[in-house]
C-alpha cells in the first residue's frame, strides 16, 4: 500500500490519492513519509484529512516529524497539536530541538502549557512521565443518567472513555468505574452505589517499568496517577504502557550485548554514534580479557609438558560462559518482571547449585565419553585417561562455579542499584573464563605435576 501511495504521488494523481489515503491506517501510512524529501512530505501530509493528518504524524519518527515543523505554519502546527493528546505530545517535544519546542508551546493554550510543564518535570523514568492528563472524571453523587451527560460532554477529548475516575471535591481519587457497569446500570442509580472502591493505582514517581508491570499483572487498559496526596493528576494508558515495554526491552538486549542503549533505530543511527555506544564496553572487556592470558602464561610450565590440555581450552571456557549466561538471563528476566528479590538470592543460589551438580555431571560423563570414544580410540590421540580425568573434573566444578556467579551477580547489581542487565554474557563470560583456567590448571597441577 505504501508503494501504491508514493506511485500516485509521484504522478501527481492526487484526487485518486486522496481517496486511498483515507484507507490507510496511520502506522502504515507513516512508513510512506520516510521515503520522501522535506518538499515532498509537506505536500503529501496536507492531502491528508485533518485527524488522520494528526494521527499519521503521532506515528512517524522523530526526523520526520522535524522536517514537517520546520517547514509548517503557525496555523499547521496549531492544528495538528490540537488533535494530539497531551502525553504524545509531551513525547515529540521531548525529541525536538529548542526552537521547535518554543514555538509548539507558543501556538499552545495556558492551560495546555500548563499541563505538559507538570509532567515535563517528573523524572524521565517515572510514571508522571508517560501519564497523560487527559481522563473523565466523575463524583459520587451523580446518577448513572447524568455520569452519561458529562461523558458525553468532556469525553471528546479525553485519551480514554471506557474507564472513568470517581473524585472527591479535593481531586483524590475514591473509585472507578467503566462504561460497561453504567450501561448495566439503572438510569437512577447513583454512582457510589456502583463504583469499585478497590482501586489500582501508582504514583507519579513510582519506575514506569513497575507501571507496565502492572498492566502486564491485573490485564487492566488504563491505570490512574496519584500525587503524594492521593489526588488524581493522570492516567497511563495501555498503548503507552507497550511502548515503554518496547522501550525497555530493548534496553535490556542492547546491555545484556555490552552495548550503550540509544533512542534512535539502527537504520538511523551514524557509525560514528554507533562506535561511541559501543567501543567503552570493548575496551573494558579486552582489558578484563588480559587476566586469561596472565594465568595461561603463569601455567605455561603445565602446557608445555602437557600439550593435549591446550587443546580443550577453547571448549571449557565455553561450556562454562554458556552455563553462567543460561543463568543469568533466567534471573535478569525475573528480575525485570518483578518475580525475584534481593530477599530470594540463596533460594536462587541453591536451585542453581542443584542445577549445576546436575548439569556438571551430565557434561562431564558425556565429555569423557567423547574423548575415550573419539579422541582416543578413532583419532589414536596420545590423550592419557587421566589428562581426561582432569579436563571431565574441570567441566563439573566450571559449572558448578558458572552458575552461581551467573545467578548471583545480577542480583546483587540490582542490590547496588546497577543495572543488572550489565552482567549479562560479556561481563559474566569474561568472569568464568578467568575461573575456568584457575580451575583447570590448578586440578592439572595438583592430579598430573
Known amino acids: 500500500m505504501e508503494k501504491r501511495v508514493l506511485e500516485l504521488f509521484t504522478d501527481k494523481k492526487f484526487a485518486e490519492l486522496k481517496d486511498v489515503l483515507a484507507r490507510i491506517n496511520p502506522p502504515d501510512l507513516a512508513v510512506a513519509f520516510e521515503e520522501l524529501d522535506k518538499k515532498d512530505t509537506l505536500i503529501l501530509?496536507?492531502?491528508?484529512?485533518?485527524?488522520?493528518?494528526?494521527?499519521?504524524?503521532?506515528?512517524?519518527?522523530?526526523?520526520?516529524?522535524?522536517k514537517l515543523l520546520e517547514a509548517f505554519s503557525d496555523k499547521e502546527i496549531k492544528a495538528v497539536f490540537d488533535e494530539i493528546f497531551i502525553d504524545d505530545t509531551v513525547d515529540i517535544i521531548e525529541e525536538m530541538p529548542a526552537t521547535v519546542v518554543k514555538r509548539i508551546l507558543k501556538l499552545s493554550d495556558a492551560e495546555t502549557r500548563k499541563s505538559i510543564n507538570e509532567i515535563l518535570a517528573y523524572p524521565e523514568d517515572s510514571a508522571g512521565s508517560i501519564m497523560?492528563?487527559?481522563?473523565?472524571?466523575?463524583?459520587?453523587?451523580?446518577t448513572v443518567e447524568q455520569a452519561f451527560a458529562r461523558i458525553r460532554k468532556n469525553g471528546v477529548d479525553k485519551?480514554?472513555?471506557?474507564?472513568?475516575?470517581?473524585?472527591?471535591?479535593?481531586?483524590?481519587?475514591?473509585?472507578?468505574?467503566?462504561?460497561?457497569?453504567?450501561?448495566?446500570?439503572?438510569?437512577?442509580?447513583r454512582i457510589e452505589d456502583i463504583m469499585e472502591t478497590n482501586v489500582l493505582f501508582a504514583n507519579t514517581l513510582d519506575d514506569r517499568e513497575a507501571v507496565v508491570q502492572m498492566f502486564d499483572k491485573y490485564d487492566i487498559l488504563a491505570l490512574p496517577i496519584v500525587d503524594?496526596?492521593?489526588?488524581?493528576?493522570?492516567?497511563?494508558?495501555?498503548?503507552?504502557?507497550?511502548?515503554?515495554?518496547?522501550?525497555?526491552?530493548?534496553?535490556d538486549i542492547e546491555r545484556m550485548a555490552a552495548i550503550t542503549p540509544t533512542d534512535k533505530p539502527y537504520l538511523k543511527t551514524g557509525v560514528f554514534e554507533i562506535f561511541k555506544s559501543r567501543i567503552p564496553w570493548l575496551l573494558i572487556l579486552m582489558i578484563s580479557a588480559t587476566f586469561t592470558g596472565l594465568i595461561i602464561t603463569r601455567f605455561e610450565d603445565a602446557l608445555v609438558t602437557f600439550t593435549?590440555?591446550?587443546?580443550?581450552?577453547?571448549?571449557?571456557?565455553?561450556?562454562?560462559?554458556?552455563?553462567?549466561?543460561?543463568?543469568?538471563?533466567?534471573?535478569?528476566?525475573?528480575?525485570s518482571l518483578g518475580e525475584i528479590k534481593?530477599?530470594?538470592?540463596?533460594?536462587?543460589?541453591?536451585k542453581e547449585f542443584r542445577v549445576s551438580l546436575l548439569a556438571g555431571a551430565a557434561l562431564s560423563v558425556a565429555n569423557f565419553i567423547k574423548i575415550w570414544?573419539?579422541?582416543?580410540?578413532?583419532?589414536?590421540?596420545?590423550?592419557?585417561?587421566?589428562?581426561?580425568?582432569?579436563?571431565?573434573?574441570t567441566i563439573f566444578v566450571s559449572v558448578l562455579f558458572s552458575k552461581i556467579?551467573?545467578?548471583?551477580?545480577?542480583?546483587?547489581?540490582?542490590?547496588l542499584r546497577l543495572e543488572p542487565e550489565v552482567m549479562a554474557s560479556p561481563f559474566i563470560t569474561t568472569i568464568v573464563d578467568v575461573l575456568v583456567l584457575m580451575v583447570y590448571f590448578t586440578i592439572a597441577h595438583l592430579l598430573l605435576m
Open 405 to 415: 556467579v551467573g545467578c548471583a551477580l545480577p542480583i546483587l547489581a540490582k542490590k
Open 159 to 189: 485519551e480514554t472513555i471506557y474507564t472513568c475516575y470517581v473524585t472527591d471535591a479535593r481531586r483524590k481519587l475514591i473509585g472507578v468505574v467503566t462504561v460497561r457497569e453504567l450501561l448495566l446500570s439503572d438510569y437512577n442509580d
Open 132 to 142: 497523560t492528563t487527559e481522563y473523565v472524571d466523575l463524583k459520587k453523587h451523580l
Open 228 to 251: 503524594n496526596e492521593s489526588r488524581l493528576v493522570g492516567i497511563v494508558t495501555v498503548d503507552d504502557a507497550i511502548d515503554v515495554l518496547q522501550e525497555e526491552v530493548t534496553e
Open 45 to 66: 501530509f496536507r492531502l491528508l484529512p485533518k485527524e488522520l493528518a494528526a494521527d499519521t504524524f503521532i506515528e512517524m519518527e522523530s526526523d520526520t516529524q522535524q
Open 373 to 393: 570414544a573419539f579422541d582416543i580410540v578413532v583419532l589414536k590421540s596420545d590423550i592419557s585417561l587421566l589428562e581426561a580425568a582432569v579436563v571431565c573434573i
Open 342 to 350: 534481593f530477599s530470594d538470592i540463596f533460594r536462587i543460589v541453591f
Open 308 to 335: 593435549a590440555l591446550t587443546a580443550f581450552i577453547p571448549m571449557l571456557m565455553n561450556t562454562a560462559g554458556n552455563a553462567g549466561s543460561q543463568a543469568s538471563v533466567t534471573v535478569i528476566r525475573g528480575l
